[in-house]
C-alpha cells in the first residue's frame, strides 16, 4: 500500500534528505566527465593514429564509436533506471564509465579503443540523463531554475574545456592519459553517489518482458543516423551507397521505432511526454540550440588552427574563456527563474547568440585572438539564457514518473541537434571552399595587372632570399599566390557557416513564444 500511496505523493514528499547541494555535486561529477569525454579525444586523434598504425578513417571511429554508443541508450535510461532503481543504475554507470576508460587508455590495440569507447558511451549516455533527473527531484519545483543551472555547468562547460584539456595532455603527456584521468575522478563520483543518492519513493520496476523489438529498432535507427551523420561527409553523402543505405535504415527504423512506441502495452521508451506542449516545445527548442551550439564550438577552434596556426592548446584557449561567463549567466539565471518571463529570458539569450555568431562571420585572416575570445565571451554569456530556462521550462508539468524517460529523450535530442549542426557545418565548409576558391581563380588571368604586380613583388623577395634561378622564383611565387586564394577561400566559407548558424538562432526566436504561460512562475505541477 505504501508503494501505491509514494505514486501519487507530490515531489516534495518523496524527495532525498540528504543536502540537495551536495546532491549536486555529486551527480555533476558524472555529468562533467561523460559530456567530456565526447570531445576530449578529438585532439588526440593523430597521436592515436601514429600509436596503431591505422588511417585516418579507422581511427576516427574512436568518436564515432562513442557517438554511437551515447545516442542508441539515452532514450532508454527511464527504462533501465526503473528496472534496476536509478541509484543502483547510476552507480554501476559510472562505474562502468570508469573501468572503460581505464582500459581506453590501456588499449593495445585499435579494436580494444573501440570496444572500450562503445562500453564508454553506453554507460554515460545513460549517466547523464539519470543525473538530471536526480536533480529534479531533490530541488522544490520552485528551485528547479537552479537545479539545471547546476546541470548546465557539466553539460555545457564539459564540450568547452574538452578540447583544451584534451590538448594540453596529449601535448605534455601522451594520449592514453586523456582517459586515465578520468580514473580518480570516477572513483570519488562512486563513493559520493553511495553516500549521497536516494531513489524516490514513487519508482518502481517494469511488469513484464521487455519490449526487445523497440530496443532493435532504436538501436538500429539511431545506430545508422548517428554514421550517416559523422560519416556523410567523407563520403559525399547520397553519392555513395553507403551513405543511401544508412539514410534508408535512419528512417525505416525510427518510423518503427516510433510506431512500436505508440502501440505496444509496455514500451521501453515513453513517447507520452511529447503530448505536453511544454516539454514538446522545449525539447525542440533544445534540439535548435544544439544545432547552433556544438556547430560553433567545432568551427571557431578549427578557424584557428588551420588558418590561423594555433595549437591545440591555444585554439582551446579561444573557447575556454567563454565558459566562465557561462557559468556566471547561469548562477544568475538560476535565481531570475521565478521572477522573470522564462521566454524573455530565452529571447534575450538568442539574441546574444545571433550577436556572437554576426561576429564570427566577420572574422577574417587579420583576426586576433581577444575578437576570437570576445565573441565566444558573448555567446557563454548567451548559453546561460537559453540552457538553464530551457530545461525548467521543458519538465514544468510532467508527472514525477515522466520524469526518468523524459530526460533521456531532452538529452538525447541536444545531442542529435548537435551532431546534426556539426554534420551540415562541415558540409557548408567543404562546398563553400571549393566554390569560393573557384570564383577567386577567375581574377587570376595573365592580364589581370594586381596579379603581375603581386608576382613581381614576391619574385623579387625570393630573388634575394632564396638563391634560386629567376624562373624557380617565379614558380615559388605563383604557389604563394596559390596558397593565399586558398586561405580566403577557406574564410570566406567559415564565414558562411557561421552566418548559418547565426540564422538558426534568429530562427529559434519566435518559436520560444510558443512556451506556455505556466513558464513564467516557474511552477511545477506534480
Known amino acids: 500500500m505504501a508503494g501505491n500511496d509514494a505514486a501519487v505523493l507530490p515531489a516534495s514528499r518523496t524527495r532525498p534528505t540528504v543536502n540537495k547541494y551536495l546532491v549536486a555535486v555529486t551527480v555533476m561529477i558524472g555529468t562533467l566527465i561523460e559530456v567530456i569525454d565526447t570531445s576530449v579525444a578529438n585532439v588526440a586523434l593523430p597521436h592515436m593514429q601514429g600509436t596503431f598504425s591505422a588511417g585516418q578513417d579507422e581511427v576516427t571511429w574512436v568518436i564515432t564509436s562513442y557517438?554511437?554508443?551515447?545516442?542508441?541508450?539515452?532514450?532508454?535510461?527511464?527504462?533501465?533506471?526503473?528496472?534496476?532503481?536509478?541509484?543502483?543504475?547510476?552507480?554501476?554507470?559510472?562505474?562502468?564509465?570508469?573501468?572503460?576508460?581505464?582500459?581506453?587508455?590501456?588499449?593495445?590495440?585499435l579494436p580494444m579503443l573501440l570496444a572500450m569507447r562503445v562500453l564508454q558511451g553506453m554507460a554515460g549516455g545513460a549517466m547523464v540523463p539519470m543525473s538530471q533527473a536526480i536533480l529534479l527531484e531533490s530541488f522544490p519545483p520552485e528551485e528547479h531554475g537552479k537545479a539545471m543551472a547546476l546541470f548546465g555547468v557539466g553539460v555545457i562547460f564539459g564540450p568547452i574545456i574538452g578540447p583544451t584539456l584534451g590538448g594540453w595532455v596529449t601535448d605534455t603527456i601522451t594520449w592514453r592519459w586523456v582517459f586515465y584521468i578520468n580514473v580518480p575522478v570516477g572513483i570519488i563520483g562512486i563513493i559520493m553517489a553511495l553516500l549521497n543518492v536516494t531513489d524516490p519513493g514513487y519508482m518502481k520496476k517494469p511488469e513484464g518482458r521487455i519490449d526487445y523489438l523497440s530496443f532493435l529498432f532504436i538501436a538500429i535507427g539511431l545506430g545508422s543516423l548517428e554514421i550517416f551523420l559523422n560519416r556523410g561527409e567523407r563520403y559525399d553523402w547520397f553519392h555513395s551507397p553507403f551513405i543511401q543505405a544508412l539514410a534508408l535504415s535512419t528512417a525505416l527504423f525510427l518510423a518503427l521505432f516510433i510506431w512500436r512506441s505508440l502501440t505496444a502495452a509496455r514500451p521501453l521508451v515513453d513517447l507520452t511526454s511529447f503530448k505536453d506542449r511544454q516539454f514538446a516545445t522545449g525539447t525542440t527548442l533544445m534540439f535548435l540550440l544544439g544545432f547552433g551550439l556544438y556547430g560553433s564550438f567545432t568551427m571557431l577552434p578549427l578557424f584557428a588552427q588551420t588558418l590561423m596556426g594555433y595549437t591545440a592548446t591555444w585554439a582551446g584557449l579561444v573557447l575556454s574563456p567563454g565558459g566562465v561567463t557561462s557559468l556566471i549567466s547561469m548562477a544568475a539565471v538560476g535565481f531570475m527563474i521565478g521572477r522573470i518571463d522564462i521566454r524573455a529570458l530565452v529571447i534575450f539569450g538568442a539574441a546574444l547568440n545571433v550577436w556572437s555568431m554576426w561576429m564570427m562571420m566577420h572574422m577574417n585572416l587579420a583576426v586576433d585572438f581577444n575578437y576570437m575570445m570576445d565573441s565566444r565571451l558573448l555567446q557563454g554569456l548567451g548559453l546561460g539564457f537559453l540552457f538553464v530556462p530551457l530545461t525548467a521550462a521543458a519538465f514544468v508539468n510532467l508527472k514525477p514518473q515522466q520524469i526518468g524517460s523524459a530526460t533521456g529523450l531532452f538529452n538525447l535530442m541536444r545531442?542529435?541537434?548537435?551532431?546534426?549542426?556539426?554534420?551540415?557545418?562541415?558540409?557548408?565548409?567543404?562546398?563553400?571552399?571549393?566554390?569560393?576558391?573557384?570564383?577567386?581563380?577567375?581574377?587570376?588571368?595573365?592580364?589581370?595587372?594586381?596579379?603581375?604586380?603581386?608576382?613581381?613583388?614576391?619574385?623579387?623577395?625570393?630573388?634575394?632570399v632564396s638563391g634560386l634561378d629567376p624562373v624557380s622564383n617565379q614558380q615559388v611565387a605563383h604557389g604563394l599566390i596559390g596558397g593565399m586564394v586558398q586561405q580566403q577561400a577557406a574564410a570566406m566559407a567559415y564565414n558562411d557557416v557561421f552566418h548559418m548558424l547565426m540564422i538558426s538562432f534568429i530562427v529559434f526566436m519566435p518559436l520560444a513564444l510558443f512556451l506556455g504561460r505556466e513558464a513564467k512562475k516557474g511552477a511545477v505541477v506534480h
Open 67 to 109: 557517438l554511437v554508443a551515447n545516442a542508441i541508450i539515452l532514450p532508454m535510461t527511464g527504462w533501465i533506471g526503473n528496472f534496476f532503481g536509478r541509484k543502483r543504475a547510476y552507480i554501476w554507470c559510472l562505474g562502468l564509465f570508469t573501468v572503460a576508460s581505464f582500459l581506453s587508455g590501456a588499449a593495445v590495440s
Open 415 to 464: 545531442n542529435e541537434g548537435g551532431s546534426i549542426g556539426i554534420a551540415i557545418s562541415s558540409t557548408v565548409l567543404s562546398q563553400h571552399v571549393q566554390s569560393h576558391h573557384a570564383r577567386l581563380v577567375e581574377n587570376l588571368t595573365p592580364g589581370n595587372p594586381v596579379l603581375q604586380e603581386h608576382l613581381h613583388v614576391a619574385s623579387r623577395a625570393l630573388d634575394t
